[in-house]
């Protein structure tokens, strides 16, 4: 998918005008603790066009000037995107910050759409004018506040998607990746991954500025280990700021089926490791939770049953993700991580027979009641899998309200139970029958 960068000085409306493209497509409706809004990066789509957008201005660089600020962000949107909208504020004008940022834009090389913000009526009109002289041809007026001319805007920007590649030749192969907080052994668990006496590496299948994919095969399965970890040690300037690595690792998420969310067995289980495993949930994709450093660990016969027990008290929402105990620098029970990685990418692709879905549906209603709302009570008519990866269930019913937290996961673990869907979150929608 292209990837579509907002850049701009401060206060032009960035984040307004990111949460307008993202719309509610993104919104996260499920409140749990530990899953974060941090919307910096976010699947976005406009017609037929599918892209990912970044907000830069969410990328905090330290405590750096302002003016340097502005620069690393317009570096960053150089270096990830593939188009550029650049946001201006017709309030105020062209700036001498505008100015800077244009130039490195201007330099780039890269497709940049002008925008200027803050056009909530007609008779702004002529502040326009003046934005020409920036070099970026027609400004777009927007109001990111009334969500005005977003539509142009957007139009401008998919022309100039590159001609999008045929993503088939990736059929049948498993896609991974590792996140973790620094020092987990990510790296270390790639290189035992790949060194252990099952895999063959076949080739480096590409190499980008976030991660290094290897292709490999084991017992005749083929994988790509998408490792951003290894990536780290190259040290760019904006390389520290903890918001570029979380881009960074939504990145690599997005292309993987299955994402191991690695811990370290000595540090037990932080805040931060949950936000990271929150990505994962929400991107919907496969998960398996590998507790690495397990060597380091003083143990008896308790000791892996306890520590499983605090990883399901703190990831409530991965309660589908297998665990895996292992140490990447002894290699003890490394083996053990392939069958639960192959097992979880088959489940994320599974499709299930519709008869027996509503079989299992049925029955489900049968043993606990459906629930009632104001004297109505929710009829479900039908269910069918709309999709897989992960899988989509659309269930069909009176008044999709009436389908309630607490009974939607009820069905979602019947439909577990029935078929298994170990290591894949599934989706649950509910539409109003016609
Ligand atoms: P990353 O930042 O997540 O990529 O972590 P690294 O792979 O660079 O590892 C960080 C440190 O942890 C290094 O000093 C590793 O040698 C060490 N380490 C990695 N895996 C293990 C393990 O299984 N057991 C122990 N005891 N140390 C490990």
Not at 10 to 21: A, E, L, M
Not at 72 to 95: K, L, M, W
């Given at each position: 998918?292209?990837?579509?960068?907002?850049?701009?000085?401060?206060?032009?409306?960035?984040?307004?005008?990111?949460?307008?493209?993202?719309?509610?497509?993104?919104?996260?409706?499920?409140?749990?603790?530990?899953?974060?809004?941090?919307?910096?990066?976010?699947?976005?789509?406009?017609?037929?066009?599918?892209?990912?957008?970044?907000?830069?201005?969410?990328?905090?660089?330290?405590?750096?000037?302002?003016?340097?600020?502005i620069?690393?962000?317009?570096?960053?949107?150089?270096?990830?995107?593939?188009?550029?909208?650049?946001?201006?504020n017709?309030?105020?004008?062209?700036?001498?910050?505008?100015?800077?940022?244009?130039?490195?834009?201007?330099?780039?090389?890269?497709?940049?759409?002008?925008?200027?913000?803050?056009?909530?009526?007609?008779?702004?009109?002529?502040?326009?004018?003046?934005?020409?002289s920036?070099?970026?041809?027609?400004?777009?007026?927007?109001?990111?506040?009334?969500?005005?001319?977003?539509?142009?805007?957007?139009?401008?920007?998919?022309?100039?998607?590159?001609?999008?590649?045929?993503?088939?030749?990736?059929?049948?192969?498993?896609?991974?990746?590792?996140?973790?907080?620094?020092?987990?052994?990510?790296?270390?668990?790639?290189?035992?991954?790949?060194?252990?006496e099952?895999?063959?590496?076949?080739?480096?299948?590409?190499?980008?500025?976030?991660?290094?994919?290897?292709?490999f095969?084991?017992?005749?399965?083929?994988?790509?280990?998408?490792?951003?970890?290894?990536?780290?040690?190259?040290?760019?300037?904006?390389e520290?700021?903890?918001?570029?690595?979380?881009?960074?690792?939504?990145?690599?998420?997005?292309?993987?089926?299955?994402?191991?969310?690695?811990?370290?067995?000595?540090?037990?289980?932080?805040?931060?490791?949950?936000?990271?495993?929150?990505?994962?949930?929400?991107?919907?994709?496969?998960?398996?939770?590998?507790?690495?450093?397990?060597?380091?660990?003083?143990?008896?016969?308790?000791?892996?049953?306890?520590?499983?027990?605090?990883?399901?008290?703190?990831?409530?929402?991965?309660?589908?993700?297998?665990?895996?105990?292992?140490?990447?620098?002894?290699?003890?029970?490394?083996?053990?991580?392939?069958?639960?990685?192959?097992?979880?990418?088959?489940?994320?692709?599974?499709?299930?027979?519709?008869?027996?879905?509503?079989?299992?549906?049925?029955?489900?209603?049968?043993?606990?009641?459906?629930?009632?709302?104001?004297?109505?009570?929710?009829?479900?008519?039908?269910?069918?899998?709309?999709?897989?990866?992960?899988?989509?269930?659309?269930?069909?019913?009176?008044?999709?309200e009436?389908?309630h937290?607490?009974?939607?996961?009820?069905?979602?673990?019947?439909?577990?139970?029935?078929?298994?869907?170990?290591?894949?979150?599934?989706?649950?929608i509910?539409?109003?029958?016609?």
């Amino acid at each position: 998918k292209p990837v579509v960068a907002i850049v701009g000085r401060p206060n032009v409306g960035k984040s307004t005008i990111f949460n307008r493209i993202v719309g509610e497509r993104i919104s996260i409706v499920e409140d749990i603790p530990g899953v974060t809004r941090d919307r910096i990066y976010a699947p976005c789509e406009w017609l037929n066009f599918q892209f990912n957008l970044i907000d830069t201005g969410g990328i905090e660089i330290g405590d750096e000037p302002f003016l340097a600020q502005i620069r690393h962000q317009a570096e960053i949107a150089i270096e990830e995107a593939d188009v550029i909208i650049f946001i201006t504020n017709g309030r105020e004008g062209v700036t001498p910050a505008d100015e800077e940022v244009a130039k490195i834009l201007y330099r780039s090389n890269k497709p940049v759409v002008l925008a200027v913000n803050k056009m909530d009526n007609p008779d702004m009109r002529e502040n326009i004018y003046e934005f020409y002289s920036l070099g970026f041809g027609e400004p777009y007026p927007i109001s990111g506040a009334h969500g005005l001319g977003l539509g142009d805007l957007l139009d401008a920007v998919c022309k100039h998607f590159p001609k999008p590649q045929s993503e088939n030749d990736d059929e049948g192969i498993i896609k991974f990746s590792l996140i973790g907080r620094p020092n987990v052994g990510k790296s270390s668990l790639v290189n035992a991954i790949l060194g252990e006496e099952r895999v063959i590496v076949s080739e480096i299948a590409g190499t980008t500025r976030d991660a290094i994919d290897t292709k490999f095969t084991y017992n005749k399965q083929e994988f790509v280990i998408i490792d951003t970890a290894g990536m780290r040690k190259k040290g760019k300037i904006y390389e520290t700021t903890e918001k570029y690595s979380v881009l960074r690792a939504l990145k690599a998420i997005e292309r993987s089926d299955v994402v191991l969310v690695v811990l370290n067995a000595e540090e037990g289980i932080i805040e931060q490791d949950k936000r990271i495993a929150g990505y994962a949930h929400e991107a919907g994709k496969a998960v398996v939770i590998v507790v690495n450093k397990w060597d380091a660990v003083e143990k008896d016969e308790r000791t892996m049953r306890e520590f499983e027990k605090d990883i399901r008290d703190q990831f409530l929402f991965l309660d589908y993700a297998p665990i895996v105990f292992l140490s990447a620098k002894t290699k003890k029970r490394l083996h053990t991580l392939m069958p639960q990685i192959i097992l979880a990418s088959e489940n994320h692709a599974m499709r299930v027979q519709t008869n027996v879905l509503n079989d299992v549906i049925m029955d489900a209603v049968a043993m606990n009641p459906t629930p009632t709302d104001h004297g109505t009570r929710l009829k479900i008519y039908y269910a069918t899998q709309v999709s897989v990866k992960p899988p989509t269930f659309v269930i069909f019913v009176n008044d999709p309200e009436l389908l309630h937290f607490s009974y939607e996961r009820f069905l979602e673990n019947r439909i577990r139970d029935a078929f298994g869907f170990e290591g894949t979150p599934i989706k649950i929608i509910a539409r109003k029958r016609r």
